[in-house]
């Protein structure tokens, strides 16, 4: 990773802080809003606090900050040094490989993104009292000069609002689409109103999950704020460390970063836990945004048919009608949720290639996917479980 100052300054005010704690959370999180949880700087702290993101694990943060000519932060990017590309979500291995069997370097990179976390949310976090398209080019300008000084093969901006992609893409960028599937609440005041508006057949469906999962004699409790114990975090962690020894082989997040979570943001927590006789068997994480409930990891210590279904995607969207929340968001990846009403929905990122002979090959590429990606997109949304004339 390259050697320099803890901080780098650049013409136009531009900052790179090697930690989330180099700048006051009241200065973050006013530019980062309270829409999505996962953008704040409590969030991003517990990351870095609990050692999930450090040098070590190949996440060495370098996060952007404009100051203005009266030295208020008017825009911030969380960034970070990546010595690979595990966590991201947003797959450029064959990228990696072309690169270096050509002789380049392709790590460390550059990526602006939520570490771990495959949830759309704006990248460019613009101070609401300043003029939002000054300051969005001063920090894509900056994104471009710290990749140049960096000296690196790539920088890439994951799950980014259709808006941004569309600025990154006017300033070089490359543009890439993914699709991820979520759940819309359509006005619903409860979970059979959103049964109504599907075919009969799904619906007697769903209704034969919900059932299985609810005849197995487990309790399953919505936990929030201070009805979540130390011992669900131990229990949860359990779940989390199973699923990630059959999935990925290793665990992201640390045992410490479940326990800064509860202390710093239990009022954006949402955990489902289900119980067999008191004892926790699976459970299911959610962070709670002002209109979308974003689900996230999941875990099961034995084996109950249609538990996942239920813990992960029923419950969540019994606790969105309940809310008022306009959105559920599951996850990455999952035809499977489309017959339980998580549609495909776009998702966004941008690329930053330097050199002129790899970004053809790379530009080629996603010319090609983009095309595939929008014939899967028209071919799955005819599989949608609501009625035609819903």
Known sequence: MPDGEDRTETKAAISVLRSIHEIAAADWDACAGSEN???????LSALEDSGSVRAETGWLPQHLVYAD????????????????????????WGWADAYERAGGEYYPKLLSAIPFTPVAGPRLLIHPDVRTDTVRDVLISGLIEITRRFDVSSLHVNFLPEAQWQALGEAGFLQRVGLQYHWHNDGYAAFEDFLAALSSRKRKAIRKERKAAAGAGLTIRQLTRDMIEPRHWDAFYRFYIDTSDRKWGSAYLTRE?????????ADRVLLVIAELDGTPVAGALNLIGDSTLFGRNWGCIADFKFLHFELCYYQAIDFAIARGLAWVEAGAQGQHK???????????????IPSPSFRDAVADFLHRERMQMEYEKDALEKQSPFRHET
């Open 338 to 352: 489309i017959q339980r009403g998580y549609l495909p929905r776009y998702t966004y990122s941008a690329h930053l």
């Open 69 to 92: 000519e009266d030295d208020r932060i008017a825009g911030v990017v969380p960034l970070y040094l990546k010595g690979h590309s595990q966590g991201e979500y947003v797959f450029d």
């Open 257 to 265: 970063f479940f326990d800064l979570l509860g202390e710093r943001m």
């Open 37 to 43: 949880p996962f953008l704040s700087h409590a969030f």
